[in-house]
Structure formats: C-alpha cells, structure tokens
Nanobody
Framework: QVQLVESGGGLVQPGGSLRLSCTAS????????MGWYRQAPGNQREFVAS???????NYKVSVKGRFTISRDNAKNTVYLQMSGLKPEDTALYYC???????????????WGQGTRVTISS
C-alpha cells in the first residue's frame, strides 16, 4: 500500500508564507512526477506545480514567481514553498504522485487527503 501524507497548511494573512510538505510512504520502488493541485470551494481541482524525478518543473501561471516546488528523492518528499499569498490561493491543497511499487509494476497515480490553506486578514 502507498500513502501520500500532506502537512503544513494553515491560516495566514495576505502576503504571508507557508511551506507544504508531502511524503510518500509504503511499498515504493520509484517515484516519478510529484505535484500539487488545489481545489477552492465551488471550483474544480486545478494544477499548481509539478516536479519530475530529474528536476523538471512546471507551474500554474498565476503562482509563478510566488511558489517554489522542490523534492527530496531520498525521502520521497515534495515541498511547496508559497510566498506572497493572496486570498485567491485559499484552497484545499492536494499532493499527487506517480509511483511504482515494484520494478515490474506500472506507474500508478496517487492522491493525498489534502491540507487546507486559508489566506485571510
């Protein structure tokens, strides 16, 4: 079994910062792309940022320059450093990863349970 567990959400004022973490645990052979998505109330889940195992990064346009994604492959952990936070960043943030449990298993996509980020004064 594989689990993705997020942490680091909370309530911050506009302009503030937060750092989200997500660690994959369980029976893992390799972790390929890891990323973050978010879902605001009444909205669909949307892509925020992703990073491949070899460090290729993509961002949602509206978070470029404010959010930084990184990962520690040895710890199967991905981070999202968020700064310059705006009320429109308020959402439930989900971790996502493509993981293979054995060397002869295909990649399977996994989701975390989400961590809430609220930006409000």
């Amino acid at each position: 079994q594989v689990q993705l567990v997020e942490s680091g959400g909370g309530l911050v004022q506009p302009g503030g910062s937060l750092r989200l973490s997500c660690t994959a645990s369980g029976t893992i052979y390799r972790v390929e792309i890891m990323g973050w998505y978010r879902q605001a109330p009444g909205n669909q889940r949307e892509f925020v940022a992703s990073i491949t195992k070899d460090g290729r990064i993509n961002y949602k346009v509206s978070v470029k320059g404010r959010f930084t994604i990184s990962r520690d492959n040895a710890k199967n952990t991905v981070y999202l450093q968020m700064s310059g936070l705006k009320p429109e960043d308020t959402a439930l943030y989900y971790c996502n990863a493509d993981i293979s449990r054995r060397n002869d298993y295909p990649l399977t996509n996994y989701w975390g349970q989400g961590t809430r980020v609220t930006i409000s004064s």
